[in-house]
Nanobody, 119 residues
Framework: QVQLVESGGGLVQAGGSLRLSCAAS????????MGWFRQAPGREREFVAH????????YYADSVKGRFTISRDNAKNTVYLQMNSLKPEDTAVYYC????????????WGQGTQVTVTS
């Protein structure tokens, strides 16, 4: 079955950087879109970024554009989220997710990894 396993979260000071990883297994993801979402305490889960696995096309939420970069490594079947210039408002649990590229909803989700940014 499909498994998405996130890692790389942690505690960082404002202005610092972290790189999240999402190891994907269980099928070929060539026809999938891989996304990163986040959820802060007391808030709705929100979209952060996505990448079309085959073409590498990316899209970002305005709140992270220019600071975060999503990428994938085909050989390792892993998606990354490089987060630079972190702000306290980036504090959240970050989730990796996958959906078929022609489908509107994400079917597969990881367990999440905590990112905490201190001021």
């Amino acid at each position: 079955q499909v498994q998405l396993v996130e890692s790389g979260g942690g505690l960082v000071q404002a202005g610092g950087s972290l790189r999240l990883s999402c190891a994907a297994s269980g099928r070929s993801f060539n026809s999938y879109v891989m996304g990163w979402f986040r959820q802060a305490p007391g808030r709705e889960r929100e979209f952060v970024a996505h990448i079309f696995w085959s073409a590498g096309t990316t899209y970002y939420a305005d709140s992270v554009k220019g600071r975060f970069t999503i990428s994938r490594d085909n050989a390792k079947n892993t998606v990354y989220l490089q987060m630079n210039s972190l702000k306290p408002e980036d504090t959240a649990v970050y989730y990796c997710a996958a959906r078929g590229r022609f489908l509107p909803t994400y079917d597969y989700w990881g367990q999440g990894t905590q990112v905490t940014v201190t001021s």
